[in-house]
């Protein structure tokens, strides 16, 4: 007889199914804020390892739901709607630029340096103007141009449908957010552009995870 709400597959399938559950939960009010989730609790609830519950209460922490208190459990947090869907955009974001950088170098593409400098060189112009959209124009630019030196314009474009519907949204939080960050940003993508450059493909990913954490921090601070 199947045990009811076990997943019987590889343990990473499994720990993404069950983070789907925490994630739509929490979200959902099932769980409420400052309530204490465990681990073995999760385990006990799908029938599956300590370990599995774990991973899985790992990722809804790095969508900012949760925070660890002990080494065995975690704590709901008060997280608004517009946090959620920005961390959320982020992570597509970064792994692309994981999956891009892995392209580059799986097929030995040289990048061609002057269309991307010249989007870096519009990034650094509107923050010295203070101009927010001449910023974001600039940082999808280069996002965009990556793809496409990369053969991946669809995920250029994918970005851009992303943002659009996002923007709609917007009531000022995103601005906000992603205007803060916008100096640690730049810096950033002036070393990924350095290290792609010299084909140093294993810094430009550590460089593209840090500024990833970076966000993610700011975010659920």
């Not at 704590?75 to 392209?103: A, C, D, P, W």
């Not at 799986?106 to 870096?120: F, G, K, N, Q, T």
């Not at 600039?138 to 996002?143: L, P, R, W």
Request: a negative charge; charged letters at 25%.
């Amino acid at each position: 007889m199947m045990i009811p709400n076990k997943i019987d597959k590889d343990d990473h399938r499994v720990a993404d199914e069950i983070y789907a559950i925490m994630k739509s939960d929490v979200l959902n009010g099932k769980y409420k804020i400052g309530q204490v989730i465990k681990v073995q609790s999760v385990a006990a609830l799908f029938g599956v390892s300590g370990n599995i519950a774990e991973q899985a209460l790992q990722l809804v922490c790095q969508r900012g739901l949760l925070t660890p208190v002990a080494e065995d459990a975690f704590v709901v947090k008060k997280t608004h709607s517009q946090e959620f869907y920005y961390s959320g955009r982020f992570q597509v974001i970064f792994l692309n630029m994981e999956y891009i950088i892995q392209k580059l170098k799986s097929e030995s593409i040289m990048i061609a340096r002057e269309p991307l400098i010249a989007y870096v060189e519009t990034m650094r112009a509107n923050i010295a103007q203070c101009h927010y959209a001449g910023y974001v124009a600039g940082c999808e630019g280069f996002y965009c141009e990556l793809c496409n030196q990369a053969k991946m314009s669809i995920l250029g474009e994918t970005l851009r449908k992303m943002n659009h519907q996002l923007n709609e949204l917007d009531d000022g939080f995103g601005k906000e957010f992603i205007w803060s960050s916008a100096t640690q940003t730049l810096e950033s993508v002036e070393l990924l552009l350095t290290a792609l450059e010299e084909r140093n493909y294993d810094q430009a990913k550590e460089i593209v995870q840090q500024l990833h954490k970076h966000y993610i921090s700011r975010l659920t601070d």
